[in-house]
């Protein structure tokens, strides 16, 4: 009995432990090289920060008028 459940045990894992080795094994960029899109520049940070800190400017002058 005992042989049993780890044999049920050991087929129900090792498929687990097979499918990662296939994710890993696909291929690269069919196209090679060159440069993968980049989502977010540098323009994009710095527009970002400069938001985020006319908010807290705005925010602390709100807060400082109460």
């Known amino acids: ?5 780890f044999l049920i045990r050991f087929l129900l894992i090792l498929p687990l432990l097979l499918i990662g ?4 094994a696909q ?4 196209g090679g090289g060159g440069k993968p899109g980049v989502p ?8 970002g ?3 985020a800190l ?3 400017k705005m925010m602390s002058k709100r ?3 109460l």
């Open 1 to 5: 009995m005992r042989k049993a459940f």
């Open 27 to 30: 291929p690269g960029n069919p």
């Open 21 to 24: 080795f296939v994710i890993s």
């Open 49 to 51: 920060l400069g938001g």
């Open 40 to 47: 977010i520049t540098g323009i994009e940070v710095l527009i």
């Open 63 to 65: 807060k400082n008028n």
């Open 54 to 56: 006319g908010l807290k």
